[in-house]
C-alpha cells in the first residue's frame, strides 16, 4: 500500500519533472528568470496560511478591528515573503561548473561559479544534486565560488543532470526552487587496487631485475606489498620505522613500461581494470615512458600527466562488464 | 510518504522561539488574573529549567497539563466563556515549550505565539494590546526567519538583528497592503455566528441593587462610556444616565422585571427642546443600555421599555456607539395604569414593620404626596451623613438602616427611600445608572466612569407623573457632584499628571472612533466619498482587488531595486564623465578600453581634448595600475570626474 503510494508519488514527480524548465541540457552562462522559477509553500507555510485564515474570518465575523489590522498586516507580510523569496533566486547566474576527475569512491568535487545579475544580498540558498547539498549565500553581485562534493560509485562518466538551488528564505513559508542542467559530464576514474603487485617492469625474470636492481639507485622507499621479492627490502630502514618498507628504483631505462590487459587474463573484468589503473599511477609517479596495452587499442608508449590522463580516461571507459 | 524526522534544535534557536513565545503571551499574560498569570509563568519556567537538558518524562508533562487546564477551569468557576478560551490557550502557549526539541516543535510553538495574540484581542481591543502584540508578531516572524536559517544550517548567514530589521522592513512594506485590506475588505453585516461570552463578569453595573453592593464598583475609574453633545449640553447637575429601573423589591436587593420591555414606552411630554449626543458604550457583556434622563427614542438595535430603559437586543459585547436624544420631562406617564401602580406599591411582606409604621404615621397626618416626599428628604437631610464605610445591614434592612446606623451611600439612599415612599402608598422605584462625568478639555467629550454609579429613586405623583428624587443628594449633594466638582479641575487637579491623563484618555477615545468603531456602515461611507454609493460587497471587493493590485506593483518595485553593496564611487564617477562626453556624441562605445576612448574623442575636442586625455589617464593609473593608490589621491580623480563639465562643442 504504502509503496504503491510511494510509487504513484515518484511517477508524478518525474512527470511534473518533465514539465519544469529547462527541458534540456543548455549551455552555460544560465542566469534564472521568472519562468524558471518555481514557488510553493512548504509545510509550515500552509500551517501559518491556514491559521491567518481562521484568525481573519474570526476577526471579521466578530468586527474585532485590531485583530484584523494584526491579521492583515501578517497576510501582507507572508505575502511580500513569498515574492521575497521568489526574488532570492531571481538573477542569479551560473557562470561555469567543472570538476578535477577523481578515482571511483572517491568524493567529485563539483566546482561552480555563481554571481547574481542584480546586487541583492540571498542568504541560505541550498545547492543540491541528488542527496549531496551545500548551502551558500550570494552576498552582492560578485562571484561566488560554490563546491557541490558528489559521491562516486562506478567509473566512466558521471552526468549529474539537474541541479536544484533553492531557498525558503527569508521565513521558510515558502519554497522557491529552480533547476540548472548544465552539460556536465565528470570523469570518474577506476578505484585504484589497494595492494596491487609492483609494477611489471619487464616480463623476465629475476636475472633481469638483478642487473636492473644493480644498474640503477634507489629512488625511494614504499611499504611493502604482497608479491615483492625479499632483496628489495630494505632491512634497515624496516628496523628503524617498524615496518616494512621496499626500495624502488627509478626507471633509467630505455625500456618501455608495458601494461598490458591481456597478461591479466585470470583476474576478473573489474579488477584488470584497477590493476591497471593503479600500475598507470604507479609508472607515472616513478616518471616512466609507459604503454598502456588495452583491447582494440594501444596509448603510448609516453609519459607525462596528459598520457597519464589518457589511459585513465581509457580504463575509465571500458565497457562495464 | 515516510516521513524525515525533523532536525533538532540549537540552544540559541530554542531561547529566540522562547523569546518571541513570551512577548506572544504577555498581551494575554496582561489580560487574565493576575494570579493566574503569576502561576502559569511560574509553572512554566520551572517546566522549561527542568526540560532544558533533556526532555520530560511524558507522565509528567501529562501531568502539568492536566494540572494547568484543572487550574484555569477553577479560576473561571467552570464555566466557559471567551476568556476561559484564552486562558488555556495561554496555558498551553506556556507549557508548550517543556517539548521544544525539533525544528517542527519550534514551528507549531511559533504559530500558537501567533494565535494567542488574536485571542487577546477577543478580551481586550485597546491600543496598549496592539502596541505589544505587533512587536511580538514580529519577534515571531523573525523567529521563523531564523528557523528557516536553521533548517539548512546556515544559522551563521545572518545575525539576529539583521533578521529583525528585515522583519521591520517586510513590516513597512506590508503595512499599506494591510490597511487597504482593513478599509477595503468587504466586512460582514452581521455575524456569521455570535461572540462567545466571559466566564467572568465584568466590573459594572449589575442588574441587582442590594445596599452594600457597589463598594467595587464606586472605587473603580475604568471608563463606563464617553459621550459627545451635539449642540447644547444640559446643565451638569441634571445629567442623570439612566440605566435600569428597578421595581421588584425582595425585602434586600432590587431588581428589573421583564415585562416593561413587553409595553410601549410610557407617556412623556418634554420640558424643553431635546439634547443630541453620541454614546461610545465599552463592552459590558450585558443587554443595558444608559442615556441621560429621559430618552426620546431608542437607537437601532435596541428597545426603549415601558418605564423608559433601555435594552440593547444583544448583549453588548464590543465597543458600541449609538446615538441618542433626550429631553427633561414636564410630564412622564400622567396617567398610571392600575396594574403599574399595583406594582409600583408592591412591598414584600413581614419586611420592615418600623418603616411601614412609619409611613402610615406620615399618611395619616397628611394626603399630599408631595409633602410626605418633602418630608422624607428633610429627615435625610437632617438626620443622615453620607460614608463610603456603610456597616452591613441586617434582614431588616430599611429598617436597620432608617433607624439605628443612618449613614450610607446612594444604594442605601434610594432603596430604604423608595420602600418609605411605597410604604406610604406612593407610587416608586428605584432607578440605577451613573451620574455626571468628566469632561475631557482636550476631545471636548464627556467620561462617565464606573466610578460614576449611581442609584436614585423616581416616585409618581398626580398630575405631575413620574419624578426623579434623589435622597443622596438631600444628604450630600456634593458628594453626587464630587466628582463633577473635583473633575473641573481634572483627575489630577489640573497638573501635569491630570493633562496627561486627559490625553491619554483622548487618544484612547480616538482610538474607539477609528479604529474600533470602523464597521461596514463605516466602509460604506468611506467609498461614498470616492463617489459610489451604496456599494454592495461586489463593489468592495473589486475596491479592495485593485487597491491591493495597485500596491503589490508599488512593493514588488521596491523589493526589485538592487541592494548589494554599492559601486565602485570611481567607477561611478568615471561613467557620470563619459556620459557627460555621451551628452555631446562622444558616446564611448562598450568595448572600447579607456586610453582608446579617450585618444578617440581627445581631437575631436577644440578646448579640453588635454583635460579629457588627462583625466582619463588618471583613471586608467588608478583603476588598473595602482590598486593601492591612497585613499587622498584616490578621491581628489573621483572629485575632478564629477566635477567635470563640457565647455566646448565637438567640432564634427
Not at chain 1, 489590522?69 to 547566474?93: N, V
Not at chain 2, 530554542?14 to 523569546?19: I, N
Not at chain 2, 492536566?66 to 502557549?93: E, I, K, N, Q, W
Not at chain 2, 409633602?371 to 456603610?390: G, N, T
Request: charged residues 20%.
Amino acid at each position: 500500500m504504502i509503496s504503491a503510494a510511494q510509487g504513484f508519488a515518484a511517477t508524478w514527480r518525474r512527470r511534473a519533472l518533465g514539465f519544469t524548465r529547462p527541458r534540456r541540457v543548455e549551455a552555460l552562462p544560465v542566469a534564472l528568470d521568472r519562468r524558471r522559477i518555481y514557488v510553493l509553500p512548504t509545510r509550515f507555510g500552509l500551517f501559518i496560511a491556514a491559521l491567518l485564515g481562521t484568525m481573519l474570518v474570526g476577526a471579521l465575523n466578530y468586527n474585532n478591528n485590531p485583530a484584523l489590522l494584526l491579521g492583515f498586516l501578517l497576510a501582507a507580510t507572508a505575502q511580500l515573503s513569498l515574492h521575497a523569496t521568489h526574488l532570492a533566486l531571481s538573477g542569479i547566474r551560473l557562470r561555469d561548473a567543472r570538476a578535477v576527475p577523481v578515482y571511483a569512491g572517491d568524493d567529485s568535487i563539483l566546482e561552480l561559479r555563481f554571481d547574481a545579475l542584480r546586487a541583492r544580498p540571498r542568504p541560505g540558498l541550498v545547492l543540491a544534486c541528488g542527496a549531496a547539498r551545500t548551502v551558500f549565500s550570494l552576498p552582492g553581485a560578485d562571484d561566488v565560488q560554490v563546491e557541490l562534493s558528489l559521491a562516486t560509485t562506478r567509473r566512466g562518466w558521471l552526468l549529474p543532470g539537474r541541479l536544484t538551488l533553492s531557498t525558503t528564505q527569508p521565513l521558510g513559508l515558502a519554497r522557491a526552487w529552480s533547476y540548472f542542467w548544465p552539460d556536465l559530464r565528470l570523469l570518474v576514474y577506476p578505484a585504484l587496487e589497494i595492494h596491487a603487485p609492483p609494477l611489471p617492469t619487464h616480463e623476465g625474470t629475476g636475472d633481469r631485475m638483478r642487473v636492473r636492481a644493480q644498474g640503477e639507485e634507489p629512488h625511494h622507499l614504499r611499504d611493502y606489498r604482497v608479491g615483492d621479492p625479499p632483496r628489495q627490502v630494505a632491512w634497515k630502514a624496516s628496523a628503524r620505522t617498524g615496518k616494512l618498507l621496499v626500495r624502488e628504483y627509478e626507471a633509467h631505462s630505455d625500456r618501455d613500461i608495458r601494461l598490458d590487459w591481456n597478461t591479466l587474463a585470470s583476474l576478473p573484468y573489474e579488477a584488470r581494470i584497477s590493476r591497471l589503473a593503479r600500475w598507470v599511477v604507479e609508472a607515472d609517479r616513478a616518471n616512466a615512458r609507459y604503454a598502456l596495452v588495452l583491447p582494440g587499442q594501444l596509448l603510448g608508449p609516453a609519459q607525462g600527466h596528459a598520457h597519464r590522463h589518457a589511459c585513465l580516461q581509457a580504463l575509465a571507459l571500458l565497457p562495464h562488464g | 510518504m515516510a516521513r524525515t524526522p525533523s532536525p533538532a534544535l540549537d540552544r540559541r534557536s530554542r531561547t529566540w522561539c522562547l523569546a518571541a513565545a513570551f512577548a506572544c503571551a504577555l498581551p494575554l499574560l496582561l489580560l487574565v488574573p493576575h494570579w493566574l498569570a503569576a502561576t502559569l509563568l511560574a509553572a512554566s519556567g520551572i517546566g522549561i529549567a527542568l526540560a532544558w537538558k533533556r526532555p520530560a518524562p511524558s507522565a509528567l508533562r501529562f501531568l502539568l497539563t492536566f494540572a494547568l487546564v484543572g487550574l484555569v477551569f477553577s479560576a473561571y468557576s467552570f464555566r466557559l466563556g471567551r476568556d476561559t478560551a484564552s486562558s488555556l490557550l495561554l496555558a498551553m502557549l506556556m507549557f508548550k515549550p517543556i517539548e521544544l526539541n525539533t525544528l517542527r516543535d519550534a514551528r507549531s510553538l511559533v504559530g500558537f505565539s501567533l494565535f494567542a495574540l488574536f485571542a487577546a484581542f477577543l478580551l481586550d481591543q485597546g491600543p496598549l494590546t496592539l502596541a505589544l502584540a505587533l512587536p511580538a508578531a514580529g519577534f515571531a516572524f523573525a523567529s521563523c526567519a531564523r528557523l528557516a536559517d536553521a533548517e539548512v544550517g546556515a544559522i551563521g548567514l545572518a545575525t539576529n538583528w539583521k533578521r529583525i530589521a528585515a522583519i521591520g522592513g517586510l513590516f513597512a512594506l506590508a503595512a499599506p497592503l494591510a490597511l487597504a485590506g482593513f478599509w477595503l475588505f468587504p466586512r460582514l453585516g452581521s455575524p456569521l455566528w455570535g461572540v462567545p461570552d466571559v466566564a467572568r463578569a465584568k466590573v459594572g453595573i449589575s442588574d441587582r441593587m442590594a445596599p452594600g453592593d457597589w463598594i467595587d464598583l464606586l472605587s473603580d475609574d475604568t471608563p463606563a462610556f464617553r459621550v459627545r453633545f451635539d449642540g447644547p449640553m444640559p446643565p451638569q447637575d441634571s445629567l442623570y444616565w439612566r440605566g435600569l429601573v428597578m421595581w421588584n423589591f425582595d425585602g434586600r436587593g432590587w431588581t428589573q422585571p421583564a415585562w416593561p420591555l413587553g409595553m410601549r414606552p410610557a407617556a412623556q411630554v418634554p420640558a424643553s427642546r431635546p439634547v443630541r449626543y453620541e454614546v461610545t458604550l465599552e463592552p459590558t457583556d450585558r443587554h443595558y443600555l444608559f442615556a441621560l434622563d429621559l430618552p426620546q427614542d431608542a437607537p437601532e438595535g435596541a428597545i426603549l421599555a415601558q418605564d423608559l430603559s433601555l435594552a440593547a437586543q444583544e448583549s453588548v459585547k464590543s465597543l458600541l456607539t449609538y446615538t441618542m436624544r433626550s429631553a427633561a420631562p414636564a410630564r412622564f406617564e400622567p396617567d398610571l395604569a392600575p396594574g403599574v401602580r399595583a406594582v409600583a406599591l408592591r412591598l414584600p411582606p413581614g419586611f420592615n414593620p418600623r418603616t411601614i409604621a412609619l409611613a402610615q404615621r406620615w399618611r395619616s397626618e397628611t394626603n399630599d404626596d408631595a409633602a410626605i416626599v418633602r418630608r422624607a428628604l428633610a429627615m435625610y437631610h437632617e438626620k443622615f451623613s453620607y460614608s463610603l464605610a456603610a456597616p452591613p445591614l441586617g434582614r431588616d434592612s430599611v429598617d436597620e438602616f432608617l433607624f439605628d446606623t443612618k449613614i450610607g451611600y446612594c444604594e442605601h439612599f434610594s432603596s430604604s427611600f423608595t420602600f418609605l415612599m411605597r410604604a406610604a402608598g406612593i407610587p416608586a422605584r428605584v432607578v440605577t445608572g451613573y451620574v455626571g462625568g468628566y469632561r475631557n478639555t482636550i476631545g471636548d467629550y464627556w467620561l462617565v466612569r464606573q466610578s460614576d454609579a449611581h442609584a436614585w429613586s423616581e416616585v409618581w405623583l398626580p398630575g405631575r407623573g413620574w419624578m426623579r428624587v434623589d435622597p443622596t443628594a438631600a444628604v450630600a449633594p456634593e458628594r453626587v457632584f464630587r466628582r463633577a466638582a473635583d473633575n473641573a479641575a481634572g483627575p489630577g487637579g489640573g497638573t501635569t499628571l491630570g493633562k496627561l491623563l486627559d490625553v491619554g484618555d483622548w487618544i484612547r477615545h480616538g482610538w474607539n472612533d477609528f479604529v474600533l468603531g470602523f464597521n461596514s456602515v463605516r466602509q460604506q461611507s468611506l467609498l461614498s466619498a470616492f463617489g459610489v454609493h451604496n456599494p454592495d460587497s461586489g463593489d468592495l471587493a473589486i475596491a479592495f482587488g485593485v487597491a491591493t493590485g495597485l500596491l503589490l506593483a508599488i512593493v514588488g518595485l521596491f523589493q526589485l531595486r538592487d541592494r548589494g553593496p554599492r559601486r565602485d564611487p570611481l567607477l561611478r564617477a568615471w561613467s557620470r564623465f563619459t556620459g557627460r562626453l555621451a551628452r555631446v556624441h562622444l558616446r564611448k562605445l562598450p568595448h572600447e578600453p579607456a586610453l582608446a576612448y579617450a585618444r578617440r574623442v581627445a581631437p575631436l575636442l577644440s578646448l579640453q581634448g588635454e583635460d579629457v586625455l588627462a583625466l582619463s589617464q588618471r583613471f586608467v593609473s588608478a583603476r588598473y595600475a595602482r590598486p593601492d593608490m591612497d585613499d587622498q589621491a584616490r578621491s581628489a580623480l573621483i572629485k575632478a570626474l564629477r566635477a567635470f563639465r563640457i565647455r566646448d562643442r565637438a567640432r564634427s
